[in-house]
């Protein structure tokens, strides 16, 4: 999968990324392998996240943390308390529910109220004095639409002029495709641990996930002995894909494209796409276009080689080219159908 321009990626993000249902049991055999608990390993999490919001918002004052009801909320009163014994004035709103917190997110609720901490209701107004919010309401396992008490609470934090970093994953995308079926926060930054999650970079994660952070929390030895399903790419690959170009090489021995396209009306469309060839590295690049989009093209990409989209040009091109783009601005009449049929 290719990273779509997150912003500022942090350069220690790794290229390795994992299923979300996987993640959530091999955590505990991670933990196992270092000898760690569940709840030590939330608060390696919560000390993680802790000092990336520390580091992005070193003049922030009053913290208002968001709680869900699982391990997600657990991060969060880590770094409440974390913050609280940093000087930081912290406002937590929690979510309710009959069910009991997993265990570890008991130990850290507990360890907030040890420390002096209280809980407010998840109804309680925002406070308009706090300048960062931390969300820790919804996990990497949600699989659906937030309920709408929580789809409430996230809309509020999203109208909220303070900037949010949220925990692992913005509550409501899902961490496995990207997808946001209902409310979703709007992270200025978002710290993921462990492992990259699909969601992360894909769907609706470029418009929330804001900068995103990783921290191994320790287990980079135990990722390592893993074997990752999916990769990211970025442009830091290229060097390995791109081979360096021969100093004496010819412009015909760095591929021939053809592009068809640009019925009337969308001459743009087939010029952005023979210029974004040309720029991309392409040695020849022929377009096969309407005729009167030849004088338009030639004149603004002297480069590219412009013709009629006639039957012995198309023939003649498939022949030449190495490769083959259709599409750009072909439009849908019998011009554009025919060319199709024939390049299939």
Same mark, same amino acid.
Request: net charge negative.
């Given at each position: ?34 000898? /760690?608990?569940?709840?030590? @390993? ?18 922030? $004052?009053?913290?208002?943390?968001? +709680? ?61 004095? +706090? ?13 659906? #639409?937030?309920?709408?008490?929580? *789809? ?20 409501? @995308? ?18 993921? =641990? ?6 992360? /970079?894909?769907?609706? #994660? ?17 990722? #390592?002995?893993? $074997?990752?399903?999916?990769?990211? =790419?970025?442009?830091?690959? /290229? ?37 974004? *060839? ?25 480069? @590219? ?33 025919? #060319? ?5």
């Amino acid at each position: 999968m290719t990273d779509h321009g997150m912003n500022k990626n942090d350069a220690s993000i790794p290229h390795s990324v994992w299923p979300a249902d996987w993640l959530r049991t091999a955590e505990r055999e991670a933990a196992d392998s270092l000898g /760690l608990t569940l709840y030590e @390993l939330m608060q390696r999490a919560g000390d993680a996240a802790f000092q990336m919001a520390r580091a992005a918002y070193p003049h922030s $004052q009053h913290w208002l943390v968001l +709680c869900g009801h699982g391990n997600n909320g657990g991060d969060g009163y880590v770094v409440a308390r974390l913050a609280q014994a940093a000087g930081i004035e912290v406002t937590l709103l929690a979510l309710e529910s009959d069910k009991p917190l997993p265990e570890e997110a008991q130990a850290a609720r507990e360890a907030w109220f040890n420390a002096g901490g209280e809980i407010h209701a998840p109804h309680t107004p925002l406070s308009e004095t +706090c300048d960062l919010i931390i969300d820790a309401l919804l996990g990497t396992g949600l699989s659906q #639409a937030p309920r709408e008490n929580v *789809a409430t609470l996230i809309e509020q934090a999203n109208k909220h002029p303070a900037p949010v970093v949220a925990l692992d994953i913005p509550s409501g @995308l899902l961490a496995q495709t990207g997808a946001a079926p209902g409310a979703v926060i709007h992270a200025a930054h978002t710290v993921t =641990f462990i492992a990259l999650k699909p969601g992360l /970079l894909t769907g609706r #994660a470029r418009d929330v996930v804001g900068q995103l952070h990783y921290h191994a929390l320790g287990l980079e030895a135990w990722l #390592a002995g893993q $074997q990752a399903p999916y990769a990211r =790419f970025d442009e830091t690959q /290229l060097s390995r894909w791109l081979r360096p170009r021969r100093p004496g090489s010819h412009k015909g021995d760095n591929g021939k494209l053809v592009i068809i396209g640009g019925d009337h009306g969308t001459a743009g469309a087939i010029r952005m796409t023979g210029e974004a *060839a040309l720029r991309a590295g392409a040695g020849l690049v022929r377009v096969l276009t309407r005729a009167e989009n030849i004088a338009p093209l030639v004149t603004a990409r002297p480069e @590219l080689m412009v013709h009629e989209l006639t039957l012995d040009a198309l023939d003649a091109s498939l022949e030449w080219a190495d490769v083959v783009v259709i599409g750009p601005g072909l439009g849908q009449q019998e011009w554009g159908k025919s #060319a199709l049929a024939k390049v299939r």
